[in-house]
């Protein structure tokens, strides 16, 4: 099993920010990240006026799109509930990965790191530390019952994920 670690968090409050600093570092340490991001909006990785986006619109349930830089499969669910987090990572190649990061899924029983940003308009008591939080990113001082890191120290949040990992 891959080990899991959600960066759960408010809107506004640097999910994406700190992925995108987050996974070159792990990278550079020989970590070999995944992700997995939650949206709550209508997307779509395809382009209208594509091949791919035409002939997936006329009804291919699946559709894969190969090249030799990557490869992408999209599977229709329109009729479906929305699907849990051990199903998406089970599509995953746990051959090539050491870590799969998860941005959102702030309700499934996974590690998570929650981040608390003081201006996004939320209160320190509005947090939600579960027995899956295993520290908070903070940009302030907090008083929790889990390790509090840093958010703007991205070599201590490295740090904590290597500990948590097992590879420091």
Partial sequence: MIPLLAIAAWSGTGKTTLLKKLIPELCQLGIRPGLIKHTHHN??????????????KAGAAQTLVASKQR????TETPEE???????????MDASKLDLVLVEGFKHESVAKILLFRQ???HAVSELTIDEHTIAVASD???????PVLDLNNLQEIVAFILAWLGTE
């Fill in 71 to 74: 490869w992408a499969l999209m």
């Fill in 140 to 146: 302030i001082p907090l008083n929790v019952d889990v």
């Fill in 43 to 56: 997307m779509d990785v395809d382009k209208p006026g594509k091949d791919s986006y035409e002939l997936r």
């Fill in 119 to 121: 201006d996004t308009g």
């Fill in 81 to 91: 509930e929305e699907l849990d987090l051990a199903f998406l990572v089970s599509r």
